[in-house]
């Protein structure tokens, strides 16, 4: 179940976070996931031991071959049901662009804007919860990019 949030949840283990990397132009970066074949967020599970800074930071390198600036801003969790667990999702600021390493489950980075991002994910598999994601995220937009 996905709700909308401000401050991260603190009632539940955060088992996984993705963002949504916002560049100065107002464009966004989305991945697509070849497995699933689906546009998606840049993120995935926190590791063992790993913050979830320290796990946003290594997938948005292993995903996107992006470096995100340091300020986050928590805008929706998804609750498991299953596992009892969040996915938390934020919006940060590109800082740069990297290589993407070989061998993991995206074929790279798409950068377009909130709009074109929203229309395709619903043309490609039509699901309220990732076009939601996409809204709350345009929401907060122009508040970080104006810091």
């Given at each position: 179940m996905l709700r909308r949030i401000d401050e991260l949840p603190t009632d539940k283990t955060i088992a996984g976070v993705h963002s949504v990397p916002l560049l100065d132009d107002g464009s966004i970066v989305m991945v697509w996931d070849r497995n699933e074949q689906v546009l998606t967020t840049v993120?995935?599970?926190?590791?063992?031991?790993?913050?979830?800074?320290?796990?946003?930071n290594r997938e948005a390198v292993e995903e996107a071959g992006i470096l995100l600036k340091p300020e986050r801003i928590p805008f929706a969790c998804w609750y498991w049901t299953e596992t009892?667990?969040?996915t938390v999702f934020v919006l940060a600021r590109v800082d740069s662009f990297v290589p993407i390493p070989e061998g993991f489950e995206t074929t790279?980075?798409?950068?377009?804007?909130?709009?074109?991002?929203?229309?395709?994910?619903?043309?490609?598999?039509?699901?309220a919860e990732r076009t939601q994601i996409l809204s709350y995220a345009r929401e907060l937009a122009s508040e970080l990019l104006s810091r």
């Open positions: 993120g995935g599970r926190i590791e063992a031991g790993e913050h979830i800074d320290q796990a946003l009892d667990t969040y790279g980075r798409v950068v377009m804007n909130f709009e074109t991002a929203l229309q395709m994910v619903n043309k490609i598999e039509g699901r």
